[in-house]
């Protein structure tokens, strides 16, 4: 089953607010998904109702188990429920911002996560790994253990310049590391049709990029429910179903389906 990787090196582009919403749109249509928050931050884990600093384990313990090759705690062990029955969370807190500096002497490092995940890989319609804002080994774990990618943008000028680096390292994730991993699309968020700028950045992303990579035809509105969802522990769908933003997911999520 394909495992999917929503990355950007940028921070505040909506990755999470994405994997959360592709989840939920998923179950939607029957998909049994594992989210899996490989951020320090666990700003996902907080999305789907879970409090990070109570969680007995997490990505880390499972990822450095991995590591050292005693295989316990397994994945299986640190997945959680979430309040939809058809979405398991793999949630992650700070202690996963210490899995850099473990990885860096680990024999075969970027392919923890990879091995990881094998446990349950058959196990789900869907996994999506919700990455943090690096480039670092992390990021690099999340793409070699991929088959597909979602690139959020912000409709912002400065945003779309750190693209090409991007697309830089999955190029050589592709060559060196995972040879089947493809970029499914790049979603553009934080869009605005009353803005100018955000209507030229929306128009020069799909002739820059075009011709390389598919430009999804769901844009993401800005829209305030979005910082309203992970507060109540929601993605925006269940949060605001019938909202412009909640729309423009569904509309996603049948093109990711496709």
């Known amino acids: 089953m394909p495992v999917i990787c929503i990355a950007n090196q940028k921070g505040g582009v909506g990755k999470t607010t994405t994997a959360a919403a592709l989840a939920q749109g998923l179950s939607e249509h029957g998909k049994h998904v594992l989210l899996v928050d490989w951020d320090p931050q666990g700003s996902l884990t907080i999305s789907m109702g ?90 690099i774990n999340a793409l070699a253990a991929a088959d597909r990618v979602i690139i959020p943008l912000q409709a912002d000028f400065l945003a779309m310049k750190g693209v090409g680096l991007l697309f830089n390292t999955i190029q050589r994730v592709k060559a060196k590391l995972n040879p089947s991993l493809e ?36 844009t993401i509105p800005t829209s305030v429910r979005f910082k309203e969802a992970p507060a109540a522990g929601e993605s925006i769908l269940t949060y605001a179903p019938k909202s412009d933003g909640a729309t423009a997911y569904r509309l996603l999520v049948e093109e990711v389906m496709k």
């Open 50 to 139: 879970h409090s990070p600093e109570r969680l007995e384990r997490t990505a880390y313990d499972a990822l450095l188990s991995v590591i050292r090759g005693d295989g316990s705690p397994n994945v299986r062990d640190v997945i959680v429920r979430t309040s939809n029955p058809l979405i398991d969370l793999v949630p992650a807190n700070i202690e996963l911002s210490q899995a850099e500096l473990d990885l860096v002497g680990a024999f075969t490092r970027e392919m923890m996560l990879r091995d990881m995940l094998q446990p349950v890989r058959f196990h789900y319609d869907f996994i999506l790994v919700d990455c943090l804002p690096s480039l670092g080994l992390l990021t």
């Open 183 to 218: 970029i499914s699309g790049i979603l553009l968020t934080m869009t605005s049709s009353r803005t100018l700028h955000s209507r030229e950045v929306s128009e020069v992303t799909r002739k820059a990029f075009g011709s390389q990579v598919k430009i999804f035809e769901a």
